[in-house]
């Protein structure tokens, strides 16, 4: 065999070329040189994004707001799009901004690809109860793959705000009330999304999103203003930010909100002290729809020159839908008003990433139509989602074992307005989804042909049709198929009855201030238990409703949220037991609607309650403190017991480590799934501390009768908060140490961190 010796200098090129530094130095270089030939008009233009504003492929734009941004966008003075859909679309906006344009910088096209593009996976939330990281990067990886398949190259999302209150709509887009668990979500959604490289075609932008604090919005009311802590802003509201950008987000949102009366658009502290400072962030920052020109009603701007003086000066890079640095920069820096450098830096940003994808070699990578056509709503892709809805699932309660079906010889009515329902189950955030395109838990059970089984509405949850931009016009009144529904209840033996929220009462702008079932819904639920208690209830909603009284009287409670294309295949598979439900709330379910805010990880107060009894303690007259269904909390088929709860020492140094373990066994029938977590208390801190917090967690799968050890080292990285002296440490003193089923776990072991 012939020997090839390369000399010395070409393997000296070759791996010169490869290394990291060089090839940023040839990053920065060409958007360097590329910044010097730009003029100002055209730097404020890559800081402009337009919403898709006329069919590109067809007719030019009439009307002279379309060809005012017609104009703009020949100009060179439009950076990114967002909404646009589809490869031939995509392309045609592409051609103008690289052909027609004196610099011919491509655009970078954004769109909310939030839980799926065409196949649907649970909503966030939802996905966010199976705890299994692995699932979470895979469903954002098929996402982000079929949006790029059809021209797309970035998604605003992971959604990654902490959200402790059940009445505001968007806590569907997020993974619930914890930090620890939400960075570990956020990390997985920026990896699926942006995998190891986003020049390759099936990587898309992803996008770290509100920052920062909107899902504190007071009273759970929508876009409202926040009120909260300089320490909760560290301890619960940053971490899955910061996650998100140690796991190389190349984009941010900030967010509608104020918090420290500030709107978060015009925060310097948050965008440019904390992200591109502390945390040495250099992708860019977009603004939500619109958030820069409200900083006018917010009492922060005079006007709209103001506003953008405000938000480029606090280092928000790119204006969605504002159109106010497109109309204002130049002028702002001629009058001295904003540095040019601000300017500079921002588009430095915006090149970068558009570098980073790939776009100056190949503007149109993403414009291909074939890989459109084969990808997007691939059988493939379908099995993805409907392992993520079955993982999604939570069983709440199971009296007498009402759970699994029988598979044959039962009769079961079927009962309920969402259990044919092919559209709710797609949830809010739905983008290229076909209407009506999920399976129906009617479609799902009809799989399973060996009991007879009959259906009846029972009632209309809602009237007319519902989308995005509209309420749900919900029904209050007619309950003229109560009669039929109570009949097939009667004459069954068991009743699944599948009710909640409709795929659009929860998502943005979807506050409610009653959360439990809308409408109708629970008045039908009672009249059936009348005649026949046999009942799972099967619960479909974007967010934790209020269960109390269902919880009282119904023996079987699935909550199913909207679980996406494969919804009713995967309920179906859980009620008849094909797969063992396996999910853990991620949100605390409140006993009423008045608990809220709630969630685990509470601060004890100097008078804690422990029962209602008590007057002048921290508690209510009427309902206990405790949720209803606490965070961590999910039911098996089977059964597991903990025992040998054991801890290898009681203290702790700063290089050292030690190790709890308790043993898990399954002592049921069935084989099944548990997610083992990991809490720990700081007792006394420079600051109050919660009274758990979730430090670990891991899913064990165990057949009937065995066990297995389960081990979790502690070190003080562990240990750490953001502290009194405002940075993070760990602070020596007295901790305990849980480990169990949900966060109500009360056993504990107690350890000392020590010098
Ligand atoms: C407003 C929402 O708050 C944000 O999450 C979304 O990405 C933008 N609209 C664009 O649709």
């Given at each position: 065999m012939k020997k090839i010796i390369y000399p010395l200098f070409i393997i000296i090129i070759v791996f010169s070329c490869q290394s990291p530094n060089s090839q940023i130095t040839e990053k920065e270089k060409f958007i360097n040189s590329l910044l010097s030939k730009m003029t100002l008009e055209e730097k404020a233009g890559q800081m402009n994004q337009y919403n898709g504003f006329w069919d590109a492929t067809g007719p030019m734009p009439e009307g002279d707001y379309q060809k005012k941004r017609y104009n703009e966008l020949k100009n060179g003075q439009v950076g990114s799009m967002l909404n646009v859909i589809g490869v031939e679309e995509i392309r045609a906006l592409q051609k103008i901004a690289v052909e027609e344009t004196r610099l011919g910088i491509p655009l970078i096209f954004g769109h909310d690809v939030i839980h799926g593009y065409k196949t649907i996976f649970p909503i966030p939330l939802a996905e966010s109860s199976s705890w299994d990281l692995d699932l979470m990067e895979q469903s954002a990886r098929v996402a982000g793959s079929e949006a790029s398949a059809d021209g797309l190259n970035w998604t605003f999302a992971p959604m990654v705000d902490i959200s402790r209150d059940a009445r505001w709509g968007r806590v569907m887009e997020g993974a619930g009330e914890d930090p620890y668990l939400g960075s570990l979500a956020a990390k997985a959604r920026v990896k699926g999304f942006q995998g190891d490289d986003l020049n390759d075609i099936s990587t898309i932008v992803a996008c770290a999103k509100h920052f920062a604090g909107y899902g504190f919005s007071e009273a759970g009311r929508d876009y409202n203003t926040t009120d909260f802590n300089h320490y909760t802003l560290h301890n619960t509201i940053m971490p899955p930010f910061k996650a998100a950008v140690d796991a190389g987000v190349r984009t941010f949102m900030n967010s509608f909100n104020t918090l420290d009366e500030i709107p978060a658009t015009g925060h310097k502290y948050i965008q440019r002290d904390v992200l591109k400072g502390d945390w040495k962030f250099d992708g860019f920052i977009v603004s939500d729809w619109g958030s820069i020109d409200q900083m006018i009603p917010h009492g922060f701007a005079r006007d709209g020159n103001h506003a953008a003086e405000l938000a480029v000066n606090a280092g928000s890079d790119m204006d969605m839908e504002s159109s106010l640095y497109v109309s204002q920069l130049a002028g702002l820096v001629k009058s001295g008003k904003v540095d040019e450098e601000k300017i500079n830096d921002a588009v430095r940003r915006i090149l970068r990433v558009k570098y980073e994808l790939g776009l100056f070699d190949d503007p149109y990578k993403y414009c291909n139509q074939e890989r459109s056509d084969l990808e997007l709503g691939s059988n493939d892709n379908m099995n993805v989602a409907l392992d993520a809805a079955k993982k999604s699932i939570v069983l709440l309660k199971n009296n007498n074992q009402l759970l699994p079906l029988p598979k044959s010889g039962e009769k079961i009515a079927i009962i309920g307005p969402?259990?044919?329902?092919?559209?709710?189950?797609?949830?809010?955030?739905?983008?290229?989804?076909?209407?009506?395109?999920a399976s129906s838990v009617l479609e799902g059970m009809s799989k399973y042909n060996g009991n007879r089984t009959v259906y009846e509405k029972g009632v209309d949850l809602y009237y007319g049709k519902t989308n995005f931009h509209n309420r749900v016009k919900i029904n209050y009144d007619d309950r003229s198929d109560f009669g039929k529904a109570k009949l097939a209840a009667a004459t069954s033996d068991i009743v699944i009855m599948v009710l909640g929220e409709e795929g659009h009462q929860s998502g943005e702008g979807r506050s409610r201030t009653n959360i439990g079932l809308p409408g109708l819904q629970l008045e039908l639920l009672k009249e059936i238990n009348k005649v026949n208690n046999n009942i799972v209830l099967v619960v479909m909603s974007g967010r934790p409703l209020d269960l109390t009284w269902e919880d009282e009287n119904i023996p079987a409670i699935v909550q199913a949220w909207h679980l996406g294309s494969k919804s009713g295949d995967a309920i179906a598979q859980v009620l008849y037991g094909d797969y063992n439900p396996s999910g853990k709330l991620t949100m605390s379910f409140p006993r009423n609607v008045g608990q809220v805010p709630i969630y685990y990880n509470f601060k004890n107060t100097g008078r804690p309650s422990?029962?209602?009894?008590?007057?002048?303690?921290?508690?209510?007259a009427d309902v206990e403190n405790s949720p209803l269904y606490p965070f961590g909390f999910g039911l098996s088929y089977t059964n597991f017991s903990y025992s040998n709860f054991s801890i290898d020492s009681d203290k702790l140094g700063f290089d050292s480590k030690i190790n709890v373990s308790i043993e898990i066994e399954n002592t049921g029938f069935y084989k099944g799934k548990e997610v083992v977590q990991l809490y720990i208390r700081d007792i006394v801190g420079s600051i109050a501390r919660p009274m758990k917090e979730l430090k670990g967690f891991e899913t064990v799968e165990l057949a009937p009768g065995e066990s297995q050890k389960i081990s979790f080292q502690i070190d003080s990285s562990l240990l750490e908060f953001y502290s009194y002296n405002n940075k993070w440490e760990a602070e020596v003193g007295k901790f305990h140490v849980f480990i169990g089923g949900d966060s109500n776990v009360s056993e504990y072991k107690e350890f000392y961190l020590t010098d």
């Amino acid at each position: 065999m012939k020997k090839i010796i390369y000399p010395l200098f070409i393997i000296i090129i070759v791996f010169s070329c490869q290394s990291p530094n060089s090839q940023i130095t040839e990053k920065e270089k060409f958007i360097n040189s590329l910044l010097s030939k730009m003029t100002l008009e055209e730097k404020a233009g890559q800081m402009n994004q337009y919403n898709g504003f006329w069919d590109a492929t067809g007719p030019m734009p009439e009307g002279d707001y379309q060809k005012k941004r017609y104009n703009e966008l020949k100009n060179g003075q439009v950076g990114s799009m967002l909404n646009v859909i589809g490869v031939e679309e995509i392309r045609a906006l592409q051609k103008i901004a690289v052909e027609e344009t004196r610099l011919g910088i491509p655009l970078i096209f954004g769109h909310d690809v939030i839980h799926g593009y065409k196949t649907i996976f649970p909503i966030p939330l939802a996905e966010s109860s199976s705890w299994d990281l692995d699932l979470m990067e895979q469903s954002a990886r098929v996402a982000g793959s079929e949006a790029s398949a059809d021209g797309l190259n970035w998604t605003f999302a992971p959604m990654v705000d902490i959200s402790r209150d059940a009445r505001w709509g968007r806590v569907m887009e997020g993974a619930g009330e914890d930090p620890y668990l939400g960075s570990l979500a956020a990390k997985a959604r920026v990896k699926g999304f942006q995998g190891d490289d986003l020049n390759d075609i099936s990587t898309i932008v992803a996008c770290a999103k509100h920052f920062a604090g909107y899902g504190f919005s007071e009273a759970g009311r929508d876009y409202n203003t926040t009120d909260f802590n300089h320490y909760t802003l560290h301890n619960t509201i940053m971490p899955p930010f910061k996650a998100a950008v140690d796991a190389g987000v190349r984009t941010f949102m900030n967010s509608f909100n104020t918090l420290d009366e500030i709107p978060a658009t015009g925060h310097k502290y948050i965008q440019r002290d904390v992200l591109k400072g502390d945390w040495k962030f250099d992708g860019f920052i977009v603004s939500d729809w619109g958030s820069i020109d409200q900083m006018i009603p917010h009492g922060f701007a005079r006007d709209g020159n103001h506003a953008a003086e405000l938000a480029v000066n606090a280092g928000s890079d790119m204006d969605m839908e504002s159109s106010l640095y497109v109309s204002q920069l130049a002028g702002l820096v001629k009058s001295g008003k904003v540095d040019e450098e601000k300017i500079n830096d921002a588009v430095r940003r915006i090149l970068r990433v558009k570098y980073e994808l790939g776009l100056f070699d190949d503007p149109y990578k993403y414009c291909n139509q074939e890989r459109s056509d084969l990808e997007l709503g691939s059988n493939d892709n379908m099995n993805v989602a409907l392992d993520a809805a079955k993982k999604s699932i939570v069983l709440l309660k199971n009296n007498n074992q009402l759970l699994p079906l029988p598979k044959s010889g039962e009769k079961i009515a079927i009962i309920g307005p969402l259990a044919n329902d092919k559209n709710s189950p797609l949830g809010n955030w739905r983008s290229q989804a076909v209407h009506n395109s999920a399976s129906s838990v009617l479609e799902g059970m009809s799989k399973y042909n060996g009991n007879r089984t009959v259906y009846e509405k029972g009632v209309d949850l809602y009237y007319g049709k519902t989308n995005f931009h509209n309420r749900v016009k919900i029904n209050y009144d007619d309950r003229s198929d109560f009669g039929k529904a109570k009949l097939a209840a009667a004459t069954s033996d068991i009743v699944i009855m599948v009710l909640g929220e409709e795929g659009h009462q929860s998502g943005e702008g979807r506050s409610r201030t009653n959360i439990g079932l809308p409408g109708l819904q629970l008045e039908l639920l009672k009249e059936i238990n009348k005649v026949n208690n046999n009942i799972v209830l099967v619960v479909m909603s974007g967010r934790p409703l209020d269960l109390t009284w269902e919880d009282e009287n119904i023996p079987a409670i699935v909550q199913a949220w909207h679980l996406g294309s494969k919804s009713g295949d995967a309920i179906a598979q859980v009620l008849y037991g094909d797969y063992n439900p396996s999910g853990k709330l991620t949100m605390s379910f409140p006993r009423n609607v008045g608990q809220v805010p709630i969630y685990y990880n509470f601060k004890n107060t100097g008078r804690p309650s422990t029962s209602i009894e008590q007057v002048t303690n921290s508690g209510y007259a009427d309902v206990e403190n405790s949720p209803l269904y606490p965070f961590g909390f999910g039911l098996s088929y089977t059964n597991f017991s903990y025992s040998n709860f054991s801890i290898d020492s009681d203290k702790l140094g700063f290089d050292s480590k030690i190790n709890v373990s308790i043993e898990i066994e399954n002592t049921g029938f069935y084989k099944g799934k548990e997610v083992v977590q990991l809490y720990i208390r700081d007792i006394v801190g420079s600051i109050a501390r919660p009274m758990k917090e979730l430090k670990g967690f891991e899913t064990v799968e165990l057949a009937p009768g065995e066990s297995q050890k389960i081990s979790f080292q502690i070190d003080s990285s562990l240990l750490e908060f953001y502290s009194y002296n405002n940075k993070w440490e760990a602070e020596v003193g007295k901790f305990h140490v849980f480990i169990g089923g949900d966060s109500n776990v009360s056993e504990y072991k107690e350890f000392y961190l020590t010098d």
